[in-house]
């Protein structure tokens, strides 16, 4: 019974083999990160290897995408449907090619739950009689911890503005983000830096409801970034220190940092070569 438990187990994974080896299309999903702060964009990079000996042309019909995704979170017992149905441009791939394309799903869904989200890519073949699916790629998005808020208006709509820290990957991080005042809802998020804290970040808002960021990211490198009352950065740059005390500080109408220098990433050669994960996303 033993070896027939084996023989059945070993002819499973022979005919899994065998209908890898058979696939017509082979697509792939993968996010930059496991874990985002609700608001943010969510890239992901979605491949088709086209194992067949002809070319495909992929394209739009009306009502029928030739790529459409399956979206589900933990937090909900159904799929979340699209806001917008996205149209993809039309793809011609030759035998044996693969092309490669980095996609937003959060323009085509709302990420507005705590939870852990699965995403299928689903693509029909040219004359709609077979489609294929991905493995599933899997994130999760939290709300994180507020460290500090702002009240403001913009175009005469009341907003706030966030700074909060969420676990990412792994690191400690710092996120901006921007919700309404009334419903609560994120508009944007975006990454400000990974946080260390030996220092308490430096946080401020200008004249032109910029917010303005100063992190510790390793024991030599500080991360300025810098997001728009929309939600979006506009800037972040890597410092070391030059000497003096590190700060944040408002010169007339402008808010810059003191006590730093961009940082000059290390040759090779040298000997204070930092390791990877001392310089942040």
């Known amino acids: 019974m033993k070896h027939i438990t084996h023989l059945l187990v070993l002819l499973s994974c022979c005919l899994l083999l065998l209908n890898q080896a058979l696939a017509q299309l082979e697509i792939r999903l993968s996010t930059d990160r496991k874990e985002f702060l609700i608001g943010e964009n969510v890239p992901i990079t979605f491949t088709i290897i086209n194992h067949t000996d002809r070319t495909l042309d992929f394209k739009n019909v009306p009502g029928n995408p030739w790529l459409r995704f399956r979206v589900t979170c933990s937090a909900s017992p159904f799929p979340i449907s699209p806001k917008a149905l996205a149209k993809f441009p ?52 939290g709300s994180g911890s507020t460290l500090k ?50 220092m308490e970040p430096r946080i401020y808002l200008d004249s032109a409801q910029n ?18 009352n929309q939600g979006k950065r506009v800037s972040l740059q890597l410092l070391q220190r030059s000497g003096g005390p590190v700060d944040l500080m408002r010169s007339g109408s402008k808010i810059v940092p003191v006590g730093l220098r961009p940082y000059v990433k290390p040759t090779p050669q040298q000997e204070d070569v930092h390791n990877a994960s001392d310089v942040p996303f």
Not at 124 to 138: D, L, T, V, Y
Not at 152 to 174: E, F, M, T, Y
Not at 177 to 189: E, K
Not at 211 to 224: A, D, G, M, R
């Open 90 to 141: 039309r793809l011609t791939i030759g035998p044996g090619q693969q092309q490669s394309y980095k996609l937003d799903l959060k323009a085509s869904y709302d990420f507005n739950l705590d939870g852990s989200y699965r995403v299928v890519a689903i693509v029909q073949m040219p004359g709609g009689k077979e489609a294929f699916a991905s493995s599933p790629a899997r994130f999760t998005m």
């Open 149 to 198: 808020t702002f009240n403001i208006q913009s175009k005469g709509r009341p907003l706030q503005i966030h700074v909060k820290q969420l676990q990412a990957d792994g690191r400690n991080c710092l996120f901006g983000q921007v919700a309404g005042y009334n419903s609560r809802t994120p508009i944007g998020a975006c990454y400000l830096g990974k946080f260390l804290h030996f």
């Open 211 to 228: 917010l303005h960021v100063l992190c510790q990211s390793s024991p030599e490198i500080f991360t300025y970034s810098i997001m728009n």
